[in-house]
């Protein structure tokens, strides 16, 4: 095509306007309704640790959840301004796919409080009859919670779809009054907007317009996610000393920064502001940056986002504000979690969303959390040789963030993880199956023991069971019952090397996945195969990390040198004892170099089958990864955390082998070394 043409077809789109078209575009893969999929095998039992810990206690003891009048309570973090609305998204799906029947009836409670307690105008939340400013944001996790409690209960369908369409209405006078909105309602409108998407697609009820004028206030009177996303503008190193261009500094903020990873494909929807091979052409025109592309953008932005300030853990680095590279730098876990609930392979079709989702949920999420679920941290560390009280603030290395932010506790920093934290899981496993928008075909998303059992078009009842111990192995038998024939999708990972497939007992076969997924022709009846997912071990691009150290990767899982260490106990709650904050100390050496070429991957199946429970602490997973390392003088910095690894440094003693496990088994951990050649 040459210029004149593309010229011409830009004229041609400007004038027709691309985006005078109306509604909402649809998406390129659907969710199902919360309970249709469910957890497995080892996943199961870690929702079970995860229900028989803090997550699933919090509500008996801890004040901000605890109030038997949750949303009336004073405190402000009782109420729909955070911590009640955290609790409700997290603890609904919590509820239903640990089938819970306490929790159950909590969440359920709740919802009945907030409804019955809706103010004439469809104002929600405790400021009802108070003289307390009203922001929107708040309510935001609440309606997600909303949202997946009608999806489990379609009974309750019009309770909760009118009470949101009241709130819609008067939420759309307030933005259009410039109400309702402080730092952090314009900067997280991404949210909002995925509720307000949600009823257009399902429960629209005649309000299409109102609903999406709403969605347009959001964009246009918030945070520009657009220009945050942009190469020119994206911070590209640890934003410390740096100012934000676009004027909203909370944008550079890791939780505001993980629910922004959605603006631009959820604004997409109605912007038609399209992307893909046409415009792509297009933008070589001057005139052209008008049509620069909503999802290239959110796509460059992710890309962005883990080039400077990604982990080899999945995730990236935020200790309140983004981080950069320094494998002391903090992430927090409410953005380990916020990611993990990531939309944009719905809208955008690209694997890449997928494969990173998959390392933050088996690795960046387990690791900042004790083995049972009881004490979690506000930020983890690549290389983390303490969790400790970094007092006096001058020994800590997170310029934003309090000198406890380490340590393993009920609510250490800040209070929002907690109730926060217990949606990881959860959603990681809601999101694990999808469907083509013809609903004709399933789509397996995430790799694990899941389950699932729907209903697709024509009346297709399909069940399907993963049965495996990945991402502890690399085999996966999948067993599909369909009333009637249908394609079943299964993604295989950019990892994979030298993978097969094995259908109904037959040979295995080379993998000929298309876009990331391989299609599998299931038959009425009863369809099994055996997928074998090899990888090679790397320490490659992805993983080449500052001061020539590097990082060990072998599939969805990074590997990383588990500190020995001792604990003590640094306070415990009067009311619930299992609620410990946890001070972790290194009892042996850690300062190594190793030689990448000698890595060599370990697999040490259990004998019973079954993984041990619960998995993720030190030395319980059965994979493992030996390496030659040498020990080397390396400096702590302000005696608690580990100086940057040195470059190039001289061996101190005799080579030895260590070994390095899964980095979500691991609390203390070097997960980015120095290297040296061995002898
Ligand atoms: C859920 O728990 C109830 C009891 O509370 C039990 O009757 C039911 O069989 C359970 N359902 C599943 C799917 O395990
Ligand atoms: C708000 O106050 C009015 C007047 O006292 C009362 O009638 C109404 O029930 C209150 N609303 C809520 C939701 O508490
Ligand atoms: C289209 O998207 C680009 C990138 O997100 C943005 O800069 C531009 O303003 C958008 N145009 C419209 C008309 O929304
Ligand atoms: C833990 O180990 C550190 C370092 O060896 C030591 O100073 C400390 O006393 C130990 N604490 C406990 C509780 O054993």
Same mark, same amino acid.
């Given at each position: 095509m040459n210029l004149r043409t593309n010229f011409v077809l830009g004229a041609l789109l400007l004038t027709s306007g691309v985006w005078s078209q109306t509604g909402l575009v649809p998406k390129q893969f659907l969710s199902l309704p919360l309970g249709q999929i469910g957890p497995s095998g080892w996943l199961s039992d870690q929702l079970a640790v995860q229900t028989n810990g803090l997550a699933g206690h919090e509500h008996e003891f801890y004040h901000y959840v605890s109030q038997t009048d949750w949303v009336g309570g004073n405190s402000f973090y009782s109420t729909l301004e955070e911590a009640g609305s955290y609790w409700f998204n997290a603890m609904v799906p919590n509820g239903v796919l640990a089938n819970s029947s306490v929790l159950n009836q909590k969440t359920s409670a709740f919802l009945d409080y907030v409804l019955s307690h809706?103010?004439?105008?469809?104002?929600?939340?405790?400021?009802?009859?108070?003289?307390?400013?009203? =922001?929107?944001?708040?309510? =935001?996790?609440?309606?997600?919670?909303?949202?997946?409690?009608?999806?489990?209960?379609?009974?309750?369908?019009?309770?909760?779809v009118n009470a949101l369409h009241k709130f819609v209405a008067l939420a759309n006078t307030m933005l259009h009054n410039g109400q309702g909105q402080e730092d952090w309602t314009r900067v997280r409108w991404p949210d909002f907007i995925m509720v307000l998407q949600w009823l257009y697609d399902f429960h629209p009820n005649g309000k299409e317009d109102l609903l999406l004028d709403t969605m347009k206030q959001l964009k246009f009177t918030g945070a520009p996610w657009e220009d945050v996303f942009s190469t020119e503008l994206f911070p590209k190193g640890a934003t410390d000393n740096m100012r934000n261009p676009t004027g909203f500094v909370l944008t550079w903020h890791g939780v505001n920064m993980a629910e922004g990873l959605k603006a631009l494909p959820a604004t997409y929807r109605f912007t038609h502001n399209q992307s893909g091979g046409l415009s792509r052409i297009i933008g070589i025109l001057p005139l052209m940056s008008l049509f620069a592309l909503d999802l290239d953008r959110a796509s460059e932005g992710w890309d962005l986002l883990f080039q400077y300030h990604g982990r080899p853990s999945g995730?990236?680095?935020?200790?309140?504000?983004?981080?950069?590279?320094?494998?002391v730098r903090g992430t927090e876990l409410c953005l380990v979690v916020e990611t993990i609930g990531s939309y944009l392979y719905q809208v955008i079709g690209d694997p890449k969303y997928l494969d990173r989702v998959e390392r933050i949920a088996y690795n960046a999420l387990p690791a900042t959390l004790t083995g049972d679920f009881w004490s979690r941290q506000y930020l983890q560390q690549q290389n983390?040789?303490?969790?400790?009280?970094?007092?006096?603030?001058?020994?800590?290395?997170?310029?934003?963030?309090?000198?406890?932010?380490?340590?393993?506790?009920?609510?250490?920093?800040?209070?929002?993880?907690?109730?926060?934290?217990? &949606?990881?899981?959860?959603?990681?496993?809601?999101?694990?199956?999808?469907?083509?928008?013809?609903?004709?075909?399933?789509? &397996?998303?995430?790799?694990?023991?899941?389950?699932?059992?729907?209903?697709?078009?024509?009346?297709?009842?399909?069940?399907?069971?993963?049965?495996?111990?990945?991402?502890?192995?690399?085999?996966?038998?999948?067993?599909?019952?369909?009333?009637?024939?249908?394609?079943?999708?299964?993604r295989i990972p950019s990892w994979v090397s030298g993978g097969t497939i094995s259908i109904n007992g037959g040979a295995a076969q080379a993998l000929s996945p298309n876009n990331g997924l391989q299609a599998v022709s299931a038959k009425a009846g009863t369809t099994k195969f055996v997928l074998n997912l090899p990888a090679k071990i790397t320490t490659g691009t992805f993983q080449s990390r500052p001061h020539g150290s590097i990082a060990v990767q072998r599939g969805p899982l990074h590997y990383a040198f588990d500190i020995p260490r001792n604990s003590t106990v640094l306070a415990r709650n009067a009311q619930e004892s299992r609620a410990v904050d946890l001070q972790f100390e290194a009892t042996a050496a850690w300062q190594y170099a190793i030689d990448p070429s000698t890595l060599k991957f370990i697999n040490s199946p259990p004998q019973s089958g079954a993984l041990p429970s619960p998995i993720f602490d030190s030395n319980l997973p059965p994979l493992s990864i030996e390496v030659t390392a040498c020990p080397i003088n390396w400096n702590i910095a302000g005696s608690t955390f580990a100086a940057s690894p040195p470059q190039n440094p001289a061996c101190v003693g005799a080579q030895k082998t260590i070994k390095l496990t899964p980095y979500g088994s691991t609390k203390l951990r070097i997960g980015e070394f120095p290297v040296f050649k061995s002898t």
């Open positions: 809706q103010d004439s105008t469809g104002w929600l939340g405790p400021e009802v009859n108070t003289t307390k400013p009203r =922001y929107l944001w708040g309510r =935001y996790p609440f309606m997600f919670g909303a949202i997946q409690m009608v999806e489990a209960h379609p009974e309750l369908t019009d309770q909760v995730i990236f680095a935020a200790d309140e504000y983004l981080a950069g590279l320094e494998a983390q040789i303490a969790a400790q009280n970094m007092n006096p603030h001058s020994r800590n290395p997170f310029p934003n963030d309090g000198p406890y932010s380490n340590v393993f506790g009920l609510e250490p920093n800040y209070p929002c993880c907690t109730v926060n934290h217990p &949606q990881g899981w959860p959603k990681f496993i809601t999101n694990s199956f999808l469907t083509t928008p013809d609903q004709k075909s399933l789509v &397996q998303a995430y790799l694990g023991p899941f389950s699932t059992r729907t209903t697709l078009a024509n009346n297709n009842q399909v069940s399907v069971s993963v049965d495996t111990l990945y991402p502890f192995s690399d085999t996966l038998t999948t067993t599909i019952t369909a009333a009637q024939a249908f394609t079943y999708h299964v």
